[in-house]
């Protein structure tokens, strides 16, 4: 299965996916605040660290090309031997095939764009939340996430894998308290650092399935290696997979926001956009999907599991989806669009429709990524148009309010004009997240749809609902960040990002256009399908249904229709309560959220805190410290050591010596100082008496 | 022809005096002055067996106990002439100040 | 008894004599005198040795110059006879006893420990002043030149010591 590694491919360059980040980071690292007090030195940074990433993708792209002069079969490319224990041998390799390079090229190429983005929106937000040298950190950390997630694709074991996977996590957590001294209106607050630390948490719980799976790996297999333990796997008792296959999930629903451990997705907003859109849309997010396609020879066995996990995958597609309808903040509406998408690919590859999933995923890359940046694109916008008034209106500025939230859609209105090739782009994204022909989301919709219907019906209709709310909560923010009047003075003074960030998303819009055409579902047209064949196994490549097809892409038309109806029709001014609210609880709902962060609370971490204050009050105060520690232990103590240790044995015994010896000497020295009677003559009589008795002595001898 | 022994017998007898001289006189002037016999009677000594070894090393030795000699005479009658200075009088049994 | 054992015998009893003259002289300048000729009789002992250098450095430097040093000192502190003092009584009685068990124990030795009694030829007189005295020069300026050196230094140090510790202190009175 594994072919060795001929010459005149670049196998050899593996390695280089990882280091190439891993220097950019360590220069801005090293130079990084030198270069940042140089005039030209905050853009080298940045281009330092895109180089980096665009550097990996450059080796990404000739891995693709070897393996395809491979024919598709695996390379296993040895870096290092990190673990022997036993027989337990953990090597760090690189694994190299189509399905790690897809995610590869995924991680890098959008990686690297939304780098080059992120040296225009980074200038300015570090400005205006009035801390420039933090630049430096921002990319030091984003380098730092390209290489943990180029250890997440390339490991060839689950513990390498892990070792990304925890990389990643922290570099989220990293970069959702970027600003951790405020909150996204940069008051002083410590939400951001909150929401790292619940990102954080709700992350570790999921970890524990993960880790919980590997145990029970090594616990049975003796290995984490891919191929042994897949082999392992077909002769071990239905019951281990499943089991194995089920902590797999709990960590997949933590890293890629599933019911129920989503909660965090949303708040992660906090850090800033490309980091919203890098790491909480189009890479790290997706490593859950990536686990369950890796591990697809595991979840073949076992339709029990795969049941779950598509079920798990439908229902938080339609959940995030509906509270998205409700969301004003337009980074909000996308965390739980995310969500929601994720949920789509969850669901494909637990119906063991692993192309599918990965052909959504990288789609999605594109235009989850596009409309997350062109959303940047907005906020900054607007915070140019509040930063130009506030300029001009000084003396008389008590007229608008002191705080102003820059991604709040209640704000904007209008912007199709202050605005225009933000629009166009946020349009492109919309459309391909929408699903509507031929943009992108509709072929990988259109195939996770195709197999709902064929594997389970309970998961088509869910699907297709969510595809509904897709649609609406999509044409919602349109109309209401685009079209109508403006609803705040900052909105009507919006100016038009710069090249720098405009750029890079073109290129995402393009490939939003046309990144359907990797998979086509066209009998020739099955690139992905036939390239990730050699990995996830044979697939059934599914002819395009026109029923399918045609039913989804009119639903989204309608609903679109629909949702012009609610809000671009009558566009509400500025204060004015949502539309929706007509639906009454239903739409409380999904403003708050279904109440699954009150419900968390109240279920679980309250009772915590309770445990916790009652551990620490009754427990550790009152017992540990007050009765065990200061009556038991230091009572003891004191006790032996004033009786025992001072009356007996330091003042009878050790000073009962030293001041007998002391005593003695003293006796001894009174006498004996008698012989020094200082006079020069009896000295002199007992040197003679010396030298009479030394004579003496030899003569006697 | 002398016998050796009767040279160093001879050192032997200077040398007792002398050291009577240091032990029984109070007078600092006449212990130095026997002290000086004593080194006397020693170089006598040395002489002798220097002539008796055929070997001019012994008279060397001389040559230098003289040399220190001389030096030693001149600083201890300066000490001598301080002690007088301070305490007006050179009676040795009159200092005691080491007395323990 | 020849001619040398009567010359040595003569001196000797000399010697004796003015040491014990010494020892016992109530008077610090008759004390000297008598050193003074110890010092001429032992030179005269060292010419018997056949050692003229050292018979003529004794004559100049003990009985010349370091003596005549002595008389100085006595005559300028005053310092001829000295008043009687109760203390150390028991020191008389027991220098003498120890003296006399030095001399016993010197004589034991001599007569029961030493080998064959060495006899000492008469200086050969055939023997060139001039060379004898080469002889020496070589020996001290090669062998002992180290020495020789270091006792000019010691030398030196006492004569600055001598200086600095009869010199008036500053601002004395």
């Known amino acids: 299965m594994h072919s060795e590694v001929a010459s005149g491919e670049f196998f050899f360059l593996t390695p280089w996916v990882v280091f190439f980040p891993l220097i950019g980071l360590l220069i801005n690292l090293i130079f990084g605040g030198w270069l940042l007090r140089r005039p030209w030195g905050e853009a080298l940074v940045g281009w330092v660290a895109s180089l980096a990433s665009g550097a990996a993708f450059v080796v990404s792209v000739l891995l693709a090309y070897s393996l395809w002069l491979n024919h598709g079969q695996t390379v296993i490319v040895p870096l290092a031997r990190w673990i022997q224990i036993g027989d337990l041998q953990i090597d760090w390799a690189f694994r190299v095939d189509t399905l790690s390079v897809t995610m590869m090229l995924v991680v890098a190429g959008v990686g690297t764009l939304i780098h080059i983005y992120a040296i225009g929106y980074m200038h300015e937000d570090v400005r205006y939340k009035g801390d420039p040298l933090r630049y430096r950190r921002f990319f030091v950390f984003f380098n730092l996430f390209i290489v943990a997630m180029m250890i997440l694709v390339s ?185 929601s998408q994720l949920g789509f690919m969850v669901a494909a590859v637990g119906m063991g429709a692993f192309v599918a999933g990965m052909f959504h995923l990288v789609t999605h890359a594109f235009f989850k990524a596009l409309l997350f940046l062109s959303a940047g694109s907005v906020i900054l916008g ?210 708050y959220k279904w109440f699954v962060d009150e419900g968390y609370w109240t279920v679980f971490v309250r009772p915590y805190v309770r445990l916790a204050h009652f551990l620490r009050s009754v427990i550790e105060d009152r017992f540990w410290h007050d009765w065990f520690h200061d009556t038991v232990l230091v009572g003891t103590y004191n006790w032996l050591a004033h009786v025992g240790m001072n009356r007996y044995a330091d003042q009878r015994g050790i000073d009962g010596f030293a001041n007998w010896l002391g005593e003695f000497t003293k006796r001894v020295s009174a006498t004996t100082r008698r012989v020094q009677n200082g006079f020069v003559r009896a000295y002199a009589l007992s040197i003679l008496l010396g030298v009479v008795a030394i004579l003496g002595y030899l003569i006697l001898r | 022809m002398i016998p050796l022994n009767y040279y160093v017998l001879l050192s032997g007898i200077l040398f007792t005096i002398g050291a009577l001289g240091v032990l029984l006189r109070r007078n600092p002037l006449v212990m130095f002055m026997s002290i000086e016999l004593m080194l006397n009677s020693a170089n006598l000594a040395m002489v002798a067996f220097s002539s008796a070894l055929q070997q001019l090393n012994g008279q060397i030795f001389v040559f230098f106990v003289i040399a220190v000699a001389a030096a030693e005479v001149a600083v201890g009658l300066a000490l001598i002439v301080q002690i007088f200075k301070t305490k007006h009088t050179i009676n040795v049994d009159e200092m005691s100040n080491l007395r323990g | 008894m020849t001619l040398d054992l009567i010359l040595f015998l003569v001196l000797a009893v000399i010697a004796v004599a003015s040491a014990l003259g010494m020892l016992l002289s109530r008077n610090a300048v008759y004390s000297a005198l008598f050193l003074v000729l110890n010092f001429v009789t032992v030179a005269a002992f060292y010419l018997l040795l056949g050692a003229p250098l050292i018979a003529m450095t004794q004559v100049t430097v003990y009985a010349g110059a370091i003596m005549v040093l002595f008389l100085f000192v006595i005559m300028l502190l005053g310092a001829e006879q000295l008043g009687p003092t109760g203390v150390l009584p028991w020191q008389r009685p027991l220098a003498i006893v120890l003296a006399l068990m030095l001399i016993i124990e010197i004589g034991y030795l001599l007569i029961a420990r030493s080998p064959a009694v060495s006899l000492l030829s008469p200086p050969p007189s055939a023997v060139n002043t001039t060379d004898f005295l080469r002889q020496m020069g070589e020996m001290l300026f090669n062998e002992y030149l180290l020495p020789f050196e270091v006792t000019s230094i010691l030398l030196l140090v006492a004569m600055v010591g001598a200086i600095v510790l009869t010199k008036p202190e500053k601002g004395g009175r």
């Open chain 1, 382 to 591: 607007l915070e140019r148009g509040h930063h130009h008034l506030a300029h001009h209106s000084h003396g008389h500025d008590e007229h608008h309010e002191d705080v102003f939230d820059p991604g709040d859609m209640r704000n904007m209105g209008g912007l199709r004009k202050r605005m225009p090739i933000t629009f166009w782009l946020y349009v492109i994204g919309a459309l391909a997240l929408a699903g509507i022909f031929p943009f992108a989301g509709f072929w990988s919709k259109d195939e996770i749809l195709l197999d709902a219907r064929l594997h389970s019906p309970t998961v088509y209709v869910l699907l297709s609902l969510a595809a509904f709310f897709t649609a609406f909560y999509m044409g919602r923010q349109i109309w209401m960040v685009f079209f109508g009047e403006p609803r705040h003075a900052a909105a009507a003074h919006a100016e038009e990002s710069k090249p720098i960030i405009t750029i890079p998303l073109m290129v995402l819009a393009a490939l939003s256009i046309v990144g359907g055409a990797l998979n086509l579902p066209f009998k020739g047209f099955h690139h992905l399908g036939h390239w990730l064949e050699y990995t996830v196994g044979e697939v059934k490549a599914l002819p395009l249904d026109l029923g399918v097809a045609g039913l989804s892409t009119a639903l989204a038309l309608v609903t679109i229709a629909v949702s012009w109806w609610v809000y671009g029709r009558r566009p509400s001014g500025a204060g004015q309560p949502d539309p929706l609210r007509r639906l009454g609880w239903i739409y409380t709902g999904m403003a």
């Open chain 1, 155 to 339: 490991g060839d074991s689950y513990l390498m894998l892990f070792v990304g996977w925890e990389g990643v996590g922290l570099c989220s957590f990293l970069l959702i308290g970027f600003w951790y001294e405020m909150d996204t209106l940069a008051r002083p607050s410590w939400a951001n650092s909150d929401a790292a630390k619940k990102a954080f948490v709700a992350n570790r719980i999921g970890d524990l399935g993960f880790l919980l799976a590997g145990f029970l790996m090594f616990w049975y297999f003796r290995s984490f290696q891919f191929d042994q333990v897949f082999e392992a796997a077909r002769q071990a008792p239905p019951e281990l997979i499943i089991a194995i296959t089920l902590f797999l999930l709990v960590g997949v629903t933590g890293k890629s926001a599933q019911i129920p451990l989503y909660v965090w997705l949303p708040d992660a907003m906090a850090g800033p956009t490309p980091v919203s859109a890098l790491i909480h849309a189009a890479t790290m997010v997706t490593a859950g999907v990536y686990l369950i396609a890796r591990s697809a020879e595991l979840y073949t066995l076992v339709p029990e599991a795969q049941y779950v996990v598509a079920m798990i995958g439908a229902v938080t597609a339609l959940f995030a989806a509906t509270i998205a309808v409700g969301q004003y903040d337009i980074k909000k509406v996308l965390a739980y669009s995310t969500i």
